[in-house]
């Protein structure tokens, strides 16, 4: 006989990550059959609702009220409801005896006026009127927050330029400034590496990449992938770009870009031409690049040919294709000689390494690819929850973590799909990127390795035949570290390669030698 | 351009605990917020606030709505309330004919009012002589011939049912640097009192003597030490322990001492002498209530009516409903139904047996004491279940949240001497969702029992968005 506890908790606000953490443990407690603790908006009451812990305590709740629901045996769900005030009243950042923790940037400016950085990941759309608050306190802003709309960006923007304010994001997953990591960061050696840009995971590639070749980064400035969008005109990147040109740390200045409006990329090539510091770009898709070229930039084609080139300026010891290819080509790729369906499935974290291999796939495959997001080539999925054909999916989309913490955060949902993809039998081969460093789960790999596990389990050693590769972005700082994580996937028999792209080529050739 | 690459980085997080790991970790300097959604989630009403947030701002870097807040507060501040007299109401009060009521609150109508206010309109008309029982002051009231309107509307203020009638005895207060005056009814000490609805033949025989013995008294008093300053009295007695709502205890005894000698040569040989002292120092440590409550009155008032300013110039309940003056909308009431106090209770009562939020008393929170001040009554803390002491520290610290100014008269010796939180701002308000924090008493819902217990009490957050929506809509935003 199951009953429903709840508890409403007046004008008390958690993070959605939090929520998620806590609705976990109290789920998990035996005898409770589902838990949940979250805001109560009238979008999470309807979700209460159907997975029947509406409760009439609930439905009267306000939006800023925190509501936990919990269905169980009587005393189990009692039990679980305790565990869950003990978890929100000790929560340790919020409340410290003794120590007031500040309300409003007002009060955290009154209690330290060196504050200088803010970083915003509350729900979007309380997102902008923080960010705001802010810029209007002085406050350099880390926007890691996305659901802003392009209107209030652009009004940001315009702010923070005038202030002489740098406005990282929306949507800005990764930052550095000097020793501070801001959002996801891999620990880098610190070295002459100066980076804009409007991807978070591609900076992050091109920061593992870096320190992987011995270099290191100075700063990493995120800028929010539509700052390049006329709508916004590059205000960010403008700002950007001219702090790293006058920056005595850096050397070279690495632009991560997707690609530009008209507008905003002539006025970009007029700073180019004027930046005292080697500039080297990528665009996230193949365009003619003349003007760039002849505005002194150097473009690459992928995000490992950016981390070279960077590094080709500031060692000169390094310059030789060889020697980057020695590092880059370590990988373990013992492939099976029989596939077990002839279709290249994709589950991706990071966004911008899923879009550097679904534009390999899209150009050499002579079937259609199918995503969740557009690129020239692609299609669009018509139902995000089942793949067709060859399909590569980006989990840290819209499409699928809306209301969900990023898959970097809680790998549940890419372990989810990862598993559906080896129980279907038109999979051929898999790809997935593991991005390590602060932020993101430590325990990806093992997720990963468990779900081969039990994809095993449940064919009976069918899905032994589709090979998985995985692309690891990190470094031997992080923790875990890449050669740690590195282990846990070969000997959970993953293959890995250096890098998204070569993940998603080994996985072509083998589709391809296997036909 | 700023030189954030070569600073000390200090990054503040407003969001995910996960993000902070790194700084831990790296033993980077850094804050939390402890962060809510804005306007308790309501995107329409922050819509509202990103208009009033991204106003044009002049050189400095201010909008005019910031200007005009700290000129509001420079105003509260700079005045210097002095208590100059005792005078007959109808003689400082030009309008006011012996058939006129002034009460506590935004206004409201014999039909809607609750039982103490009721009642404390008729112990006047009878007190007035303008009735000899219940039923004929009823009658007096409901056939239109008594004019009855808020204290607020003629610069007076009065605790509770706060009841002004023409022969009773107010408090005139001068605040020196702006020339206007402020006025308040005497304390009539505690027991069966009008201000809680209580309306028999002691209560007005009460009245009575307050008026032909004492008012006499403290007027020939106060006139022989030549006015007395009412801020300074405060601002000491702040630093022994009183925050001038729930405790007057020390600003009490503070006031008396000024007058003491004077009083003593007006009432020597006199049979009233000892009565006068026993109802002043023996028996009423309230008695000081009514002063604080005219002297911030009469700080408060050179704040109305600055063009652009979101500061609250009172705050004020009828026993029915809550209302609010804002600067820049003056002569608007913003009101919604009171809220209820959340106290303790006198043994023997409960929470059934209070009455709705009332009087003008709140308008001592409007200058930064009584709620504001929680951190400095220790004392009081229980009485008015605040919770525990560091809860008062705390609650003091959040009306600094939503305050324009802290108020160097007003240090704070707890909170190492920082200023009380003065010029509760709307945008604030709505903003935070922390709504002012009020020390009140409770009275009986019937009239006459008189206070059953002592609370905090919050006005309803409906007050603040109303005057928010017509801010906005005054000001073209």
Redesign the interface.
């Known amino acids: 006989m199951t009953t429903v506890c709840s508890r409403v908790f007046p ?1 008390t ?1 958690r ?1 959605s ?2 929520l998620m953490k806590i609705s976990g443990i109290a789920g998990d407690c035996e005898g409770v059959e589902t838990a949940s603790a979250m ?1 109560g ?1 009238p979008r999470n009451k309807e979700l209460l609702s159907a997975s029947d812990l509406l409760t009439p305590e609930i439905e009267w709740a ?3 009220d925190l509501v936990v629901s919990i269905r169980g045996t009587a005393t189990a769900a009692e039990q679980a409801l305790q565990k869950v005030v003990e978890l929100l009243n000790n ?1 340790v ?3 410290r005896e ?1 120590v ?9 400016l ?3 006026p ?10 979007g ?2 997102a ?3 960010a ?3 810029l ?1 306190s002085g ?2 802003t880390m926007l ?2 996305d659901n802003v709309s392009i209107g209030d960006e652009r ?1 940001l923007k315009e ?1 923070a330029t005038n202030q ?3 406005l990282m994001g929306p949507d800005c997953g990764t930052a550095v ?7 996801f ?1 891999n620990r880098t050696s610190k070295g002459g590496v100066g980076l804009v840009s409007a991807s978070g995971t591609g900076a992050q590639q091109v920061m593992s990449l870096v320190d992987l070749f011995g270099c290191g980064i ?2 990493c400035l995120g800028v929010g992938g539509r700052d390049l969008k006329d709508d916004i005109g590059g205000l960010s990147a403008m ?1 950007a770009l ?3 040109d006058r ?4 050397e070279v200045i690495a632009v991560i870009a997707k690609p530009p409006g008209g507008a905003t990329r002539k006025a970009l090539l007029e700073i180019y031409a004027k930046m005292s510091k080697p500039v080297i770009l990528y665009y996230a898709d193949h365009r003619d690049t003349q003007p760039e070229l002849g505005a002194g930039v150097t473009v690459c084609d992928s995000l490992e040919a950016v981390a070279i080139a960077c590094c080709r300026v500031l060692e000169p010891q390094l310059q030789s294709t060889e020697a980057y290819e020695n590092i880059l080509a370590e990988c373990s790729l013992e492939l099976p000689e029989q596939p077990a369906g002839r279709y290249l499935r994709g589950v991706f974290a990071g966004g911008t390494l899923c879009v550097e291999a679904l534009e390999i796939a899209a150009r050499e495959l002579p079937e259609p690819v199918y995503s969740n997001i557009e690129i020239a080539g692609s299609r669009i999925l018509d139902d995000m929850a089942t793949s067709v054909g060859h399909t590569l999916v980006d989990l840290g989309d819209d499409a699928f973590s809306i209301g969900r913490p990023h898959p970097m ?1 809680d790998p549940t949902l890419r372990q989810e799909r990862l598993l559906q993809e080896l129980l279907d039998p038109d999979t051929g081969v898999v790809v997935l990127d593991v991005v390590l460093g ?2 993101s789960h430590p325990a990806q790999a093992e997720g990963i390795v468990d779900t081969l596990a039990e994809a095993d389990a449940r064919t009976c050693g069918r899905s032994r035949r589709i090979p998985v590769i995985a692309s690891v972005c990190g470094t031997e700082k992080d923790a875990p570290s890449r050669s740690q994580v590195l282990r846990i996937l070969e000997q959970g028999g993953v293959k890995h390669c250096a890098t998204s792209s070569r993940a998603v080529r080994a996985a072509l050739t083998f589709l391809e030698e296997s036909k | ?2 030189t ?20 831990q970790r ?1 033993n ?2 850094h ?8 306007a ?4 329409e009403i ?1 819509d509202l ?2 208009r009033i ?2 106003a044009p701002r002049d050189d400095l ?1 201010a909008t005019a709505r910031e200007r005009a807040n700290k000129e509001a507060i420079r105003r509260i501040m700079s005045g210097q309330p002095v208590l100059i007299g005792v005078r007959p109401a109808h003689e400082v009060f030009a309008e006011m004919t012996p058939h006129t009521l002034y009460h506590a609150g935004p206004p409201v109508d014999w039909e809607d009012m609750c039982g103490p206010m009721k009642a404390a309109f008729i112990g006047a008309l009878k007190y007035e002589n303008l009735a000899q029982s219940d039923e004929e002051a009823e009658k007096l009231i409901t056939s239109g011939k008594i004019c009855y309107s808020p204290n607020h509307h003629h610069g007076a203020v009065g605790p509770m049912t706060g009841v002004t009638s023409y022969s009773m005895p107010v408090f005139v207060v001068e605040n020196e640097i702006f020339n206007n005056r402020a006025y308040c009814t005497i304390n009539e000490g505690i027991g069966e009192v009008m201000r809680f609805g209580a309306n028999g033949p002691s209560v007005i025989a009460r009245l009575h003597w307050l008026k032909d013995t004492l008012a006499p008294a403290l007027d020939a008093a106060i006139g022989k030490v030549g006015g007395i300053n009412l801020k300074t009295i405060m601002a000491q007695a702040l630093a022994m322990g009183d925050e001038m709502h729930q405790r007057n205890v020390a600003a009490s005894l503070l006031f008396y001492r000024q007058i003491a000698g004077p009083l003593a040569e007006i009432a020597s040989g006199t049979k009233n002498g000892p009565e006068i002292v026993t109802f002043l120092v023996g028996r009423n440590e309230q008695f000081f209530l009514n002063l604080a409550m005219v002297a911030c009155k009469a700080l408060m008032d050179p704040a109305r009516g600055i063009e652009h300013s979101s500061v609250v110039t009172a705050m004020s309940r009828n026993g029915t409903r809550f209302g609010i003056n804002v600067s820049s909308l003056d002569g608007e009431w913003f009101e919604a139904p009171c809220n209820m106090p959340q106290g303790m209770y006198f043994p023997g009562f409960s929470a059934e047996d209070a009455n709705p939020d009332m009087g003008d008393s709140t308008i001592v929170e409007c200058y930064g004491i009584g709620g504001f001040a929680m951190a400095c009554a220790p004392a009081v803390v229980n009485f008015v279940g605040a919770g525990s002491v ?1 809860e008062a520290l ?1 609650n003091s ?2 009306m ?2 939503i305050t324009v100014g802290q108020n160097v008269d007003l240090p704070m010796p707890p909170l190492d001497f920082m200023g009380a939180a003065t010029g509760i701002d709307i945008v604030e308000v709505v903003e ?3 709504l002012p924090i009020i020390n009140t008493g409770i009275a009986h819902r019937k009239p006459g029992v008189g206070q059953v217990g002592a609370g905090i009490v919050t006005p309803p957050m409906e007050t603040m968005v109303a005057a928010l929506r017509a801010y906005v809509d005054r000001h073209g935003l």
Request: net charge negative.
């Open positions: 004008d606000y993070d990550v939090f805001m908006t306000r939006q800023d929560q950042t919020i409340r003794g007031r923790v500040p309300k409003s940037v007002n009060e955290a009154a209690a330290d060196q504050l200088n950085v803010a970083i915003i990941s509350v729900p759309e309380y902008a009127y923080e705001l608050k802010c209007r406050l350099h890691y927050s009004k702010f002489g304010l740098l400034l000097g020793e501070v990591p801001l959002g960061v100075s700063h700002t001219k702090m790293l920056d005595p740390q850096t955060i602060d932020g | 351009m700023s954030l690459l070569d600073s000390e980085i200090r990054p503040l997080n407003i969001g995910l605990e996960l993000f902070s790991a790194p700084f790296e980077i300097t804050t939390r917020l402890d962060w809510k959604p804005p308790r989630g309501d995107k922050l606030l990103f947030r991204s870097g560091t705390n610290m959040d600094q949240a935070s969702g922390i």
